[in-house]
């Protein structure tokens, strides 16, 4: 619920002191009660008016998380519904945050591609296409819209680099 509960603070921030937050990150915004079974309040979404940038990591949509567009900038890795290596919807919503934490970590470690869907982006050509990277090195210089991320090598690599660290200890 962090994402919805962002916005809300925002919007709190701007009708009591007038001022906008800088960003927003929303990390697999929670879609029940507030994607489906309908939406309630727009107030109550995380949506571009939250925050002068907003960018959102969808890794579990039509589930546990939001499938619908809610920032300036939604990235979808792997599609945005199942992330690889998961077998239950809980696994894929909480790979937002590995995700995030790997961009920390090495902010270049994903690279996004503006595609309109999934089905696009398979049938595409990624090498023509400029990339743009998904966490914490994501801005406002990046042209808005939707953007389709292929994790899997990059993900393995940073994982298989902690893992060795971590061994290393």
Not at 67 to 86: F, I, K, R, S, W
Not at 136 to 156: L, T
């Amino acid at each position: 619920m962090g994402a919805q509960i962002s916005a809300m603070a925002g919007n709190k921030i701007k009708s009591q002191i007038q001022q906008t937050v800088g960003r927003i990150t929303g990390l697999d915004p929670a879609a029940p009660l507030y994607e489906w079974p309908h939406i309630e309040s727009l107030d109550d979404l995380l949506d571009p008016s939250d925050a002068i940038f907003v960018d959102v990591i969808h890794t579990n949509g039509r589930h546990l998380g939001m499938m619908t567009p809610a920032g300036h900038v939604d990235y979808y890795p792997n599609g945005g519904e199942l992330q690889e290596g998961c077998a239950f919807w809980i696994c894929s919503h909480l790979r937002a945050c590995e995700f995030w934490t790997a961009s920390v970590k090495k902010p270049d470690v994903f690279k996004a591609y503006s595609y309109k869907s999934w089905d696009e982006f398979l049938e595409g050509k990624i090498d023509k296409l400029e990339a743009f990277p998904m966490g914490i090195a994501a801005s406002p210089n990046i042209p808005y819209g939707i953007y389709i991320v292929d994790p899997n090598n990059e993900y393995q690599k940073y994982i298989t680099t902690r893992t060795t660290l971590m061994d290393s200890y």
